[in-house]
């Protein structure tokens, strides 16, 4: 059996709304490439009608239809795997595992409770979903785990306080996710099998050892080659292997890196859409934002006045870096 795990993240530039990580795995008999035993579904270089795409996110994001298909590409896989899409934003977060409860303390996360999916046809989404799952048991195959962590802007600015450095805090979430997923794929190893995740590369950094004995303290890490595009690892514990890569442009490469590049930037884009409507709902014609920089900072210039007479939390709002 061929393990395969994915790790990307959605997010680390912008100045407003949350740093999304996310990972999948998937196992399936050695050499059945995701993308060709899916075909039936699953796109992978343009769009099909009737067809989810995985591909990287800004791909699938893009047009005037881009949210529509990232969307049905995060919920038909989630349907895949848990039978059903969540019916609320509120919903998946909890299935999720995350505690809503530093939500609360923004109010412009007070409308989570926004229905799914926001474009996309829910009975689509479910028949795609049952056809995806058919395919991957037909294949021999499974998809084995989705996570989604959500940093929020308060405990974004926690890290950079923490630590100083917006790689280390940047890694931090990465790590969990990634050390989440190298947890599970690891545990369902047995003899003969093998093992691989690619995660995108995090910002220009080279070197992963250290990171990888801290997130596998038992384990013995070995270094395989480490180089400006690519660096590879071997983790060997209790005689099981999983390599690892960190690329870049890995989802373009990996199936799983791909499919968690689109659901950390589903997840981000409706929180973002809660922020939008929430200030816009208290300010006239407001123009929504994506978060970046320049815009955010426009953004940030327009709800000014709500932001002083609201007396609203900025350490909560505005990332510190």
Not at 35 to 59: E, F, I
Request: glycine fraction near 8%.
């Amino acid at each position: 059996m061929n393990h395969l795990a994915g790790v990307d993240e959605a997010g680390l530039g912008p100045i407003l709304g949350p740093l999304v990580v996310a990972g999948t795995t998937l196992a399936g008999p050695e050499g059945q490439a995701p993308w060709r035993l899916l075909q039936q579904h699953v796109t992978k270089l343009k769009q099909q009608k009737g067809k989810v795409r995985v591909a990287d996110s800004k791909k699938v994001n893009q047009g005037p239809h881009g949210l529509q298909r990232l969307e049905e590409t995060a919920l038909v896989f989630w349907t895949a795997l848990h039978g059903e899409p969540p019916p609320t934003l509120a919903d998946w977060l909890r299935q999720l595992g995350h505690d809503l409860e530093p939500f609360a303390r923004c109010p412009w996360y007070s409308g989570l409770d926004l229905a799914l999916p926001r474009r996309a046809d829910a009975g689509w989404i479910r028949l795609t979903g049952e056809l995806v799952a058919r395919a991957l048991k037909k294949g021999g195959a499974e998809l084995c785990q989705i996570a989604v962590r959500v940093v929020d802007v308060e405990e974004w600015n926690g890290l950079i306080a923490d630590t100083d450095n917006k790689s280390r805090a940047h890694f931090h979430a990465y790590g969990e996710v990634l050390g989440q997923l190298l947890q599970q794929v690891q545990a369902r190893l047995v003899d003969g099998d093998r093992a691989h995740l690619v995660a995108d590369r995090c910002g220009g950094r080279m070197h992963y050892a250290q990171d990888l004995r801290r997130l596998c303290p038992g384990a013995r890490v070995e270094v395989l080659d480490e180089r400006p595009e690519r660096s590879q690892y071997r983790i060997v514990e209790a005689g099981k292997q999983v390599d690892v890569t960190f690329a870049e442009r890995a989802e373009d490469s990996a199936f799983p890196t791909a499919l968690a590049s689109c659901m950390a930037k589903y997840a981000r884009e409706l929180l973002v859409e809660c922020l939008n409507l929430w200030f816009a709902g208290r300010v006239p014609d407001l123009k929504p934002t994506a978060g970046y920089y320049v815009d955010g900072r426009r953004f940030l210039d327009d709800v000014a006045a709500q932001i002083d007479e609201l007396a609203l939390p900025r350490h909560r709002l505005v990332r510190v870096r």
